[in-house]
Nanobody, 125 residues
Framework: QVQLVESGGGLVQAGGSLRLSCAAS????????MGWFRQAPGKEREFVAA????????VYADSVKGRFTISRDNAKNTVYLQMNSLKPEETAVYYC??????????????????WGQGTQVTVSS
């Protein structure tokens, strides 16, 4: 069992930056691939980024490549999402998720076993 708690959301102007954090409980954090997803009002949840168990591999949605960076600190049981050059259309609830898998990093939410409660990110124009 893994419990995930996101933080760091808030209101930011277009072009600004935010850093999201996701703290995980338990001693097996390094056994999970981690992902970030987001869901805007009236839209489906979409993949943002994922990182391998040891942090050596990452994958991003095309829409955020070059602007967002996912990272993790296994000693602190925490995964991060640094978001730069934010756009108003990226206003959403951002969720972190833990996936019990290895190898290929997945962008589909059915590969992730545990989810946080989400943190609101609002980007004003």
């Amino acid at each position: 069992q893994v419990q995930l708690v996101e933080s760091g959301g808030g209101l930011v102007q277009a072009g600004g930056s935010l850093r999201l954090s996701c703290a995980a409980s338990g001693r097996t954090f390094s056994s999970y691939a981690m992902g970030w997803f987001r869901q805007a009002p009236g839209k489906e949840r979409e993949f943002v980024a994922a990182i391998s168990r040891n942090g050596g591999r990452t994958v991003y949605a095309d829409s955020v490549k070059g602007r967002f960076t996912i990272s993790r600190d296994n000693a602190k049981n925490t995964v991060y999402l640094q978001m730069n050059s934010l756009k108003p259309e990226e206003t959403a609830v951002y969720y972190c998720a833990a996936g019990w898998y290895s190898g290929t990093l997945y962008s589909t939410h059915d590969r992730y076993n545990y989810w946080g409660q989400g943190t609101q990110v609002t980007v004003s124009s």
